[in-house]
C-alpha cells in the first residue's frame, strides 16, 4: 500500500526544485472528501488515489497531473463537485480531473460498442495527453486490486484494459505500463493460456537465466576492457504476455522464441551505445539483417535503442539492447519522460507530437459513423505495426498486412496514382504483396498513368489509402 509517506518521498527526489504544496493540498482536500468510504478489497478509498498519483509520478509526470490523480475520483464519488476543485487548485487543475471524469463515465459495452469510448479518448487526448495518462495511472491500480471487485465486473475491466488501455499505453511509447497491464489482466481474461505459458516456460526460464549470466559476464568483461563505462547490464524477461502472443505466432512451439530474455546494456550517452555495439559486433558475429539502428532511424512512436541478434560461443543467438539513459526511461514512460512534455501540453499542434497522433485526430475529423470509427481504429491502431523504408531510409510506420500500395498513397497521393509496380529489397513483388518490418520498398511509377485501378480497394487495407482511391476514381 502506498502511504503519503511513500509519495512525498518520490516527489522530493524527483522535483527537488519544485513546490509540491499543491500535491499537499490536493491530499489533504481527497482524504477528507474521501473520508469513510471504502473500497471493496477493504481499504481505505484514499489509498486508491494515492496509488493513481503515485504511478504518475513513476512515470514522471509533472506537478498538476500528479496533484489530478489524488483527486481524480472527488466529483465522482464524493459530495464535492468540480466546481469545488476548481476554486481550490484552479482551472488546469479541474480540468485534468474534469476529462478524468467524463472518460470514467464511459461503459465498456463490448467490443463492438466501445467506438463511442474511443472516440472520446482521442478527443481527449487532443485537449490534453495527461487526461490520457492519468486515466492510465488510475487504470493500474484498479488491475492490481482486481481480486476484490466481483467476478463478471472484473473480466469486463480486465478486457477492456486488455483491447483498450493496453494498446494505447503502447502507441504513447509507454511500454512499461503496456506491459504491466498486459501482465495484470492475462490471467483475468485468458485463464487457460495463462496457466499454461507460465507452465511450459519454467524451465527454458532456468536454463536461459544461467546463459544470460554468462553473456552478461563475457560481455561485461570485454566493456571494462575497452574503459567503456556502463550504468547498468542485466538480462530482460520478456513478459508473459508477449511471449504468449508471440507463440500464437509462432505456431506455439517455444523453441521458435529466441528473445525470452534479451540482454540489456545502459551507457550515460549515445557515442557509447556505438562503441558498446563494436565491443560486442567483435566478440560475437552479429546474425545478417537482425542489427537495428533506432537511434538513427527511430520508430515513429519515438523508440530509440541499438538491437542486434548475435551467435555466442555457447552455440546459441542472444538479443542485446543498448541504449543511453535517457533512451531507457523514455522507452519506459514513452510521452510522459519527455520533459519537453510539460510545454507541449496541447499535442496536436505541435510539430513533435508523434505521427500517429495527428493522423487519427486527422481521422477523426473525417468521420461521424460510429461503425466506421471503429473500422479504422481497428486498422490503424490496434493493429501492430510494421516499420519499413524508402530507398533513401526513411522509416514509414503502417498497419501489419499492409501492401505497396498502402505505402505508396502513404508516400503520397500521386505515388499511389501512377503506381504500376513495386519492388521490395529489390524484388519485384506483386502489389497485394504484404510488407514486413525493416523492407526496404521502392514503388514504381507511370507518369501517364491517371487512374488507380478500381481493384485496388481489394488489395489496400489502410483506410487513408481506400479513401484516395474512392476520391479519384470519383474524380
Ligand atoms: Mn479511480
Known sequence: MITFDDL?????NQYPDEDINVVIKAFHFASVAHSGQKRRTGEDYIYHALATAYNLAQMKMDIPSIAAGLLHDVPEDTDFSLEDVKNNFGKEIAELVAGVTKLGTLKYRGLERYAENLRKMFLAMAKDLRIIIIKLADRLHNMQTLEGVREEKRLRIAQETLEIYAPIANRLGMFEVKTRLEDLAFPYVYPTEYAWVKNII????KSETKYIEKI???????????NINFLQIKGRVKSLYSIYQKLLRRGKDLNKIYDLIALRIVVPDVTECYSVLGVIHKRWTPLKGRVKDYIAQPKPNGYRSL???VFTEFGKIAEIQIRSQDMDEEA?????????YKESKNLSNKKNA????????EIQKNITDNVEFVKHIKNDLFLNRIFVFTPKGDVIELPENATPLDFAFHIHTDIGNKCV???INDQMVALNHPLKSGDVVEIMTDKNRKMPNPDWLNIVITQAAKEKIRNQLRK
Open 8 to 12: 512525498k518521498k518520490i516527489l522530493v
Open 202 to 205: 519454467q524451465d527454458r526460464l
Open 216 to 226: 552478461k559476464k563475457l560481455a561485461q568483461k570485454d566493456l571494462s576492457k575497452n
Open 307 to 309: 538491437h542486434t541478434s
Open 332 to 340: 519506459e514512460f514513452g510521452v510522459a519522460a519527455h520533459s519537453r
Open 354 to 361: 508523434p505521427t500517429w497522433i495527428k493522423h487519427l485526430l
Open 421 to 423: 509496380g513495386a519492388k
